[in-house]
């Protein structure tokens, strides 16, 4: 359970990632719920995932930071911008490489933290914000000025209000996301199917830790078998204690870790040399009979549950992220 937890909240946290700036935000909304549902239940959290909290933390409340009436802090005064700044403040702890970007976001949600209470008309709360946020540095003093005089102005659209709008924040915001993704690529499943076939004597480390000289055309080959090994193994131990544990197939934690499995697996269709054949080609022209099963799934089980339609349904090398990528597709031509 606590290994399944740990992948869920690395593999939650790339899920906001990936949706931060999406429209209509229903996704996003949707891994937000299931971040904070893990994130308060830790005990504490692990050393090595105290940047997926942060990231997390810091993208649920930048993508509520315009609703003052939002709380995430016990102090009333705290808006959800001025608590992201604290967990931006954490970031920064973690990283030293992205100065730069470091100290833009940081000016950006200060800004954006006065911005906020100025266009719903609570100056007086803009500046008490202000006093909390600046220090007596002179590095933060001719900033601290020209935003205090911005209040006194009690005008939301003076030049550097829209200079750092709150649009330039997300994009900023977005550009760290790729980064950090880029930086950061998860081998927690990797690492703890590992320790199963290890514990199990499998022989699947012969192939994850066998040195071979491989060229650059075949390293991707041997990767993905690697990979492929090693998370059957993990499915098959996870699902293991599912059934030990009596959880119930319709539940939704079920289907979350499925979902999870199947959107960074796909096992179905394996061929001789242990590959998906899925990742043998990368792109398969839908055809009349999937869309119908595809249709015929969301009739049975809804829209979102990808996974679970992709189970029960008739799909040939299809993913759940295919899944909803097609239907997204289906429903604009309809």
């Not at 833009?104 to 933290?113: K, S, V, W």
């Not at 193994?233 to 699902?239: G, K, M, N, S």
Request: aromatic share 8%.
């Amino acid at each position: 359970e606590a290994v399944a937890a740990e992948w869920m909240l690395e593999f939650t946290c790339s899920c906001l990632c990936r949706h931060f700036t999406e429209p209509n935000g229903a996704e996003f909304r949707r891994w937000r719920d299931v971040a904070q549902a893990l994130i308060n239940g830790l005990s504490q959290i692990p050393p090595h995932q105290k940047k997926t909290v942060y990231l997390c933390q810091l993208l649920i409340r930048i993508a509520q930071g315009k609703s003052l009436g939002l709380q995430f802090e016990n102090d009333q005064r705290i808006s959800p911008l001025e608590s992201a700044l604290s967990f931006w403040t954490l970031l920064e702890k973690e990283e030293i490489k992205l100065e730069k970007l470091h100290e833009d976001i940081r000016r950006l949600i200060q800004i954006q933290i006065v911005a906020v209470h100025m266009e719903n008309r609570y100056f007086k709360e803009a500046s008490e914000a202000l006093e909390r946020l600046f220090t007596d540095s002179e590095s933060d003093k001719p900033l601290r000025v020209k935003l205090a005089t911005v209040i006194k102005s009690k005008d939301p659209y003076v030049p550097l209000l829209q200079s750092f709008s709150y649009s330039l924040l997300i994009r900023k915001v977005k550009s760290y996301i790729e980064l950090f993704m880029k930086g950061n690529e998860t081998n927690f499943l990797i690492q703890e199917a590992t320790k199963q076939v290890v514990s199990k004597g499998l022989g699947a480390t012969a192939l994850q830790n066998r040195p071979v000289e491989v060229n650059e055309n075949d390293k991707s080959d041997l990767e993905t078998k690697q990979r492929f090994v090693l998370s059957i193994t993990l499915l098959r131990d996870v699902l293991g204690q599912m059934q030990k544990c009596c959880l119930d197939v319709d539940s939704s934690l079920f289907w979350i870790y499925v979902n999870c499995l199947l959107g960074l697996n796909n096992t179905q269709n394996v061929g001789k040399n242990g590959v998906s054949q899925a990742c043998s080609r990368r792109r398969q022209r839908w055809t009349s009979k999937e869309d119908s099963e595809l249709k015929l799934g969301v009739r049975e089980f809804g829209v979102g549950n990808w996974a679970k339609i992709l189970v029960h349904r008739n799909f040939n090398n299809r993913t759940s992220v295919m899944l909803k990528d097609r239907w997204r597709t289906l429903s604009k031509i309809e």
